[in-house]
């Protein structure tokens, strides 16, 4: 049998880099002498991601749900994840004299300078993303003036007619490229001037492309991702399409592969907030029991 294993699998740049620096923040606090060592938390789970959030809870590192929560804390180091937060979330930090520690995506950043840049210009601003997702939360969070979430088609295609309005569009990193362009079109064909950035991050479009061209080779499909992430999901539904015989798993223990002679390719992906170590354990079982 043989096994493949999408390239693409697992942890992108941002999400590793978040998850490192919760690592090395736990590595220097570590070495410090016990009564100067101070509490970790991270502002949301680092990833969607129970095993890995479990392996940090016991290590110390607690995930605050909530601006309340955060308000509460008086010392300690909190930890920002990939997603990023509004500006004011630092100044509240700022102010409680807790250390913030920056594991915000460069790429995210970058959206959120720009917002901040062309909103302090008294330019407005439209974000194509979903208004209550922590990423676009946290980049309508930097803007100095006006800024609007436009999710879909729909909220598009109502908008008022724009009567030669100059507007910036930009977009949160995962929306899709072709409902960015066909809003950029609805935005035109409203009398909008549109100068479109397109933020969107490689990193999904690529990890779905390569799940689609595996699932189409394989007898089989394996999608491993944590239970609470769309990114898997979407994954999973991808694979599905092609594939009927497609599994999504959470750890080894899921898996529910019988020995049979039709199944001679098999094809493993995972989801963004997926660690090496779960993805490696899989592909493992699977070349070594089959
Ligand atoms: Fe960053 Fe792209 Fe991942 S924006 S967090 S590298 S999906």
Same mark, same amino acid.
């Given at each position: 049998?043989?096994?493949?294993?999408?390239?693409?699998?697992?942890?992108?740049?941002?999400? !590793?880099?978040?998850?490192?620096?919760?690592? /090395?923040?736990?590595?220097?606090?570590?070495?410090? $002498?016990?009564?100067?060592?101070? =509490?970790?938390?991270?502002?949301?789970?680092?990833?969607?991601?129970?095993?890995?959030?479990?392996?940090?809870?016991?290590?110390?590192?607690?995930?605050?749900?909530?601006?309340?929560?955060?308000?509460?804390?008086?010392?300690?180091?909190?930890?920002?994840?990939?997603?990023?937060?509004?500006?004011?979330?630092?100044?509240?930090?700022?102010?409680?004299?807790?250390?913030?520690?920056?594991?915000?995506?460069?790429?995210? !950043?970058?959206?959120?300078?720009?917002?901040?840049?062309?909103?302090?210009?008294?330019?407005?601003?439209?974000?194509?993303?979903?208004?209550?997702? $922590?990423?676009?939360?946290?980049?309508?969070?930097?803007?100095?003036?006006?800024?609007?979430? #436009?999710?879909?088609?729909?909220?598009?295609?109502?908008?008022?007619?724009?009567?030669?309005? =100059?507007?910036?569009?930009?977009?949160?990193?995962?929306?899709?490229?072709?409902?960015?362009?066909?809003?950029?079109?609805?935005?035109?064909?409203?009398?909008?001037?549109?100068?479109?950035?397109?933020?969107?991050?490689?990193?999904?479009?690529?990890?779905?492309?390569?799940?689609?061209?595996?699932?189409?080779?394989?007898?089989?499909?394996?999608?491993?991702?944590? /239970?609470?992430?769309?990114?898997?999901?979407?994954?999973?539904?991808?694979?599905?399409?092609?594939? /009927?015989?497609?599994?999504?798993?959470?750890?080894?223990?899921?898996?529910?592969?019988? +020995?049979?002679?039709?199944?001679?390719?098999?094809? #493993?992906?995972?989801?963004?907030?997926?660690?090496?170590?779960?993805?490696?354990?899989? +592909?493992?079982?699977? /070349?070594?029991?089959?």
């Amino acid at each position: 049998m043989k096994v493949t294993l999408a390239k693409t699998a697992g942890f992108c740049f941002g999400v !590793q880099r978040a998850v490192d620096t919760v690592y /090395r923040v736990l590595e220097e606090e570590h070495e410090k $002498p016990l009564d100067e060592q101070r =509490s970790i938390y991270t502002y949301g789970p680092i990833v969607h991601n129970e095993t890995v959030i479990q392996k940090l809870a016991a290590e110390g590192v607690e995930v605050l749900e909530s601006e309340e929560e955060l308000a509460t804390l008086r010392d300690g180091i909190v930890i920002i994840r990939a997603h990023g937060v509004p500006k004011h979330i630092y100044e509240l930090l700022e102010k409680q004299k807790v250390e913030a520690v920056d594991a915000s995506c460069p790429f995210v !950043q970058k959206i959120q300078r720009l917002v901040r840049q062309h909103t302090a210009a008294g330019e407005e601003v439209f974000v194509t993303g979903n208004p209550e997702h $922590p990423e676009v939360i946290g980049i309508m969070g930097w803007a100095e003036g006006g800024i609007s979430a #436009i999710p879909d088609i729909e909220t598009a295609e109502k908008l008022p007619n724009g009567e030669g309005r =100059s507007v910036v569009v930009v977009s949160q990193t995962t929306f899709n490229i072709d409902k960015f362009k066909l809003i950029i079109d609805i935005l035109k064909k409203k009398h909008y001037y549109v100068n479109a950035i397109n933020t969107i991050c490689n990193a999904t479009f690529e990890r779905q492309s390569e799940a689609k061209e595996l699932a189409k080779q394989s007898d089989a499909m394996i999608v491993i991702g944590g /239970r609470s992430s769309s990114n898997t999901k979407k994954l999973f539904e991808i694979c599905k399409d092609q594939c /009927r015989n497609t599994q999504l798993i959470q750890t080894v223990g899921d898996l529910n592969f019988v +020995q049979d002679e039709a199944v001679q390719n098999v094809g #493993i992906t995972a989801g963004a907030s997926t660690p090496k170590e779960i993805i490696e354990e899989v +592909q493992n079982y699977v /070349r070594d029991e089959f």
